[in-house]
């Protein structure tokens, strides 16, 4: 199982993260447990920001909410300087909750309600990114309404398809997401973007997929956009002033995973962007990205405790865990590959294949499919599974009435509790007993 950040084997033997060892952990905030190490959230962002800079133009980072987010997050993000992007009224709400600066939030979504609309253009939000063209009604019915412009970028799907799970792409001639580059009517919807009273029009956004290994995808992707911009500078005379290229910049899970270090991709994305630049001379300034995955997935480890080991006629060894689907639906959905190990045996090599299975009843409910642990792991033993910090807590759900674990932030030695444990009476809070 590969290690990241703080975590390490201590001198007790066990697994310790941000300093804290993680059978403590367990003693005092119980299983399943999101751990979050905060130091290498922190040190990542740091990296991104000296990687992602440019002369030339002004660069922006925000991180996407949807990868992990609660109000203790979004402080963090804001101690760090970065935007947000949020993706419904309930993230841009968490972030008004949190008093995020709003002229650093940009909201995103393919349906956005009329409510979430309304919200944003009332809280003042820098950027709602344009998905489809009934979106445009929507805005600037809102914003005549209310009496505000505002500030817009267009998602372009520029039709790249990246090698990523075919649920975590957002680009090619079929998606729902965006405004296809091969759209006939594409210029007619940026001179009206370009022309609205109520809008102002900054420019593109695109963002082709999640998990993506191999940086020449979202070179294309620029690729294909500057070509775009140089086009509508020569027959439109419409200069674009940003370009957002989203996220996607893939994470190690498990081995075999070779991902480019971030800021290796960044810098790439910089030069490349300063060559079109170079190139085309459009007047562009500002370039944003908005990663998730790549700030807190691998700051991310779940804990559960073993309460079965059970070996089948089929010669399929199981190891049953106290959580499951509810807190990680990525294997079920994506079968997204993950490493464990046992807290305190890390060091043990006499291994054994084994699938790591939830307590839900689906028989889906895997974790990890082909794992491995050592043979002498046994009831009562601390599992720890690694690179969790991404979509598990934001996926998590109350199936089987399972309730939701709770998430501690770890660093220096401290533990600190970014989001409660549920309870048994959060679970029937908004239930009725009706008349029958
Ligand atoms: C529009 C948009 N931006 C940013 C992200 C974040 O992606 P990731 O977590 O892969 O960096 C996503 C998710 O795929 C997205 O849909
Ligand atoms: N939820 C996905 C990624 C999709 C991101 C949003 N477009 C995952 O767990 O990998």
């Known amino acids: 199982m590969k290690l990241f950040g703080t975590s390490k084997v201590n001198e007790n033997g066990n697994l310790s993260i941000g300093g804290v060892d993680t059978v403590e952990l367990v003693k005092e ?36 909410g949807k990868a992990f987010l609660s109000t203790g997050m979004i402080k963090l993000v804001e101690s760090k300087g970065l935007d947000l992007d949020v993706v419904s009224g309930g993230e841009l709400y968490t972030a008004h909750k949190a008093g995020f600066p709003m002229n650093k939030v940009h909201l995103h979504g393919n349906n956005k309600l009329v409510n979430e609309i309304e919200m944003a253009v009332e809280f003042g939000i820098d950027t709602i990114v344009v998905d489809n063209e009934d979106e445009i009604d929507k805005i600037e019915r809102i914003c005549r309404e209310k009496g505000k412009k505002q500030a817009v970028l267009v998602r372009i799907d520029p039709g790249i398809e990246a090698h990523t799970h075919h649920y975590i792409k957002t680009s090619g001639l079929t998606s729902k997401f965006g405004i296809s580059l091969f759209q006939d009517n594409l210029f007619d919807i940026i001179k009206r973007l370009n022309d609205s009273e109520w809008i102002e029009f900054k420019g593109f956004h695109t963002h082709i997929g999640s998990q ?21 500078k020569k027959e439109l005379g419409i200069v674009v002033h940003t370009v957002n290229m989203g ?91 993950y490493e464990a190990g046992v807290v305190n045996k890390l060091n043990d090599t006499d291994v054994r294949e084994i699938t790591l299975a939830g307590k839900l009843c689906e028989s889906g409910d895997i974790i990890i499919e082909k794992g491995k642990l050592p043979k002498a792991t046994e009831i009562g033993d601390i599992v720890a599974v690694t690179t969790t ?18 998430v501690v932030f770890v660093k220096d030695g401290k533990a600190k509790v970014a989001v409660k444990r549920e309870t048994l009476d959060d679970l029937i809070r908004n239930d009725e007993i009706f008349d029958l």
């Open 29 to 64: 905030f119980k299983t399943p447990l999101y751990v979050m190490d905060q130091e290498l959230i922190e040190t990542t962002i740091d990296k991104m920001k000296e990687a992602f800079k440019s002369t030339r133009f002004n660069t922006r980072i925000a991180y996407a």
């Open 247 to 337: 996220g996607g910049f893939g994470v190690y899970y498990k081995e075999g995973d070779d991902p480019k270090p971030i800021e290796e991709v960044l810098s790439e994305i910089i030069t490349y962007t300063e060559a079109m630049e170079i190139k085309y001379q459009i007047g562009f300034k500002e370039l944003c990205i908005e990663p998730g995955r790549s700030i807190v997935g691998n700051a991310g480890t779940t804990l559960y405790e073993v309460g079965g080991i059970k070996e089948t006629v089929g010669g399929k060894t199981y190891v049953f865990i106290d959580g499951g689907m509810s807190d990680n639906i990525r294997t079920a959905l994506y079968q997204a590959e």
């Open 212 to 232: 993506i290994f191999q940086s020449a995808f979202f070179i294309f992707a620029l690729d294909e956009i500057f070509k775009y911009l140089d086009k509508l």
């Open 389 to 406: 910090g991404a979509y598990c807590y934001t996926m998590s759900s109350n199936y089987n009435r399972m309730m939701r674990p709770a």
